[in-house]
């Protein structure tokens, strides 16, 4: 059993915020240290609500700390980006600002003895391989974070700490200019691949029609800029020697423009799919570098030898850097960079870790021991992947009254939503193998999240298919006081009004989600998303107004049809309903391509005897032929369907198929959490 209760310092480091732990304090073994850092962020949850993460990649920071087996470094600092609504960790990128909270944090735990007024530790970044001096403020050889020092994005003052980088060049790729040139061509376009603290594709946003100076948010509004820019990215990541980046979180793409003056330049440094809302420390190193430096897209002045005061200007303000050089001309190198940051420590204490997150040990044991027992013999959970009132909710619910009573014991519902389905699928893929413990799957966790992302579960290797419950035809659905009443009507409204309208939807690799980013391709309009926890609040936001459109199920919106809030425009199928002859499909309405249908499954954990699923299979369809059952269902908006287990097996490899291509199709997926 793993200690579920470590040490932890909770730190705000630069404009970054994360727990510290020293290596000691963590369980042995990469997979086991991963799996705690999930729990003590709260990876799963999109808001975090189970640990210390803020619900954004620049608080679900991680640093770990120990001391250093290098040479001549006093300290080793290993970074981790924690996963933001899904269980992932990565430890390719480096994180600046939170290196900025590494000496003091190692100072108060003793790694390093402080010196009277201030201290110097040299600290090797494992991510990278890189050195940074770090020097912080120690009067009287105690850490303070007490000072007059200032940075943007960070309320109040705090006492400085420098971060003197001192061979972060070509420290993933080997050099600088990676390439070997300091401009390349791509498609048309001069840009610059550098590898300075941070691998960069560096443009000039001049070339791509900007002034450089555009808000976050109106950078991220532009499909085809963002399609642009990665398409960019991809032939330049091949180019510095860094393979296939497709899922990788660099190159950083960033689009410069002209300072206020000679030593400021203006960024917008993209994660990379989105535009930062301020600029990554690294980041800044690199753009600082490719300013000073002669020859690239962001040069500015011709510099002599020495020290240089440097700013990047960002979205939130600025980062200042000092430079130094060596040599002139095409002979110049860069010596080091030193920047200011702060720190402070928010807390310190014990941290408890959730079991939820810890593989469930000897699975095979558990299996064998548990085969030979009757079943059921204790009450049975059927866990939901999505929130209370929706379609998966009150479907999962009719059936447990109905199921009971076959079963001859308890079957309750346990919604455990967030992450996509991620959780519960997790959950379920861990519980024990005894057919006490169900999942409530659907097309999101068994078929369309699978080929969006890489997950910490298989939807075939990890689940028992029990049999199909049902399936309900996915509509195009619009606020009743939209003004329009067609397809073409809506698709021309949003072309006249680029970025007013949003779509609503159940959560990123959700039939919602995946269909209104389909339609957004095939239409190529602007239209941003709305992420909910689950169709029930998506649903919900749609009607009060909040989002003009959603893809839901004909299960989910029916409610809303009825009562005149909502307006169907089209169905996303093969062909119109029965009970909606006069709804279009979107292939009629010119929009082809589209077509969802949502269907919903019951399934056991992976090594469930055999002879349990059959009890349940059969428990399952008998239900599903009751007359009340069907009749409810139908009134909902969804048809009844039974299967056999194997029947289920052979729809999961086929919908496996279809997902993946369906993705590489449209280049749809769901981004790599990237490090700020």
Known sequence: MLNRKIPCVLMRAGTSRGPFFLREWLPEGDEARDQALIGAIGASDPLQLDGLGGGSTLNSKVAIVSR????????????AQVGVGHQSVDTRPNCGNMLSGVAPFAIEQGLIPAQDGHTTARIYNVNTGARIDVTVCTPGGRVTYEGDARIDGVAGTAAPILLNFLDAWGAITGQLFP??????????????????????????????????RERPAELDADTALLARIEALRLVAGARMGLGDVSGSVIPKPVLVSAGDGPLSITSRYFTPRRCHASHAVTGAIGVATAFALPGTVASGMARTAGKHPLTVLHPAGQIDIEVELQGEGQDATIERAALVRTARKIMQGELHLPGYVFP??????????????????????????????GGNDTMARTLTRKLGPVLGQSVTVDNRAGANGSIASEYVAAAQPDGHTLMFGYIATHGINPALQALRYDPVADFAPIGLVG?????????????????????????????????ASAGEGTAPHLAAELFRLR????????????AAPAIADTARGNAQLMFPSLFTAQPYLRSGKLRALAVAGPARLASLPD??????AGVAGIELTQWYALFAPARTPAPVVAQLNSALNTVLQDPEIIARFDADGAQVQTSTPEELHRLLLAERLKWRQVVQQTGLRMEPQAAE
């Open 68 to 79: 250093s087996s290098q040479p001549g470094c006093d300290l080793d600092y290993l970074f």
């Open 179 to 212: 390439t070997g040139q300091r401009i390349d061509v791509i498609d048309g376009l001069e840009l610059t691949c550098i590898d300075a603290a941070m691998p960069l594709m560096i443009l000039r946003a001049s070339d791509l029609g900007l002034t450089g």
């Open 360 to 389: 469930r040990s000897s699975p095979d044991l558990a299996a064998s021991l548990d085969a030979a027992l009757p079943f059921p013999g204790k009450d049975i959970q059927i866990i939901v992947p999505t929130s209370a009132g």
């Open 471 to 503: 399936h309900s035809p996915t509509l195009l659905v619009v606020h009743a006081d939209l003004p329009v009443h067609s397809v073409a009507e809506l698709v021309k409204l949003i072309r006249s009004q680029p970025g007013r309208f949003s779509y």
């Open 523 to 534: 239409t190529g309009i602007t239209l941003p998303g709305l992420a909910h926890a689950g």
């Open 583 to 588: 709804l279009p499909t979107l292939a009629e």
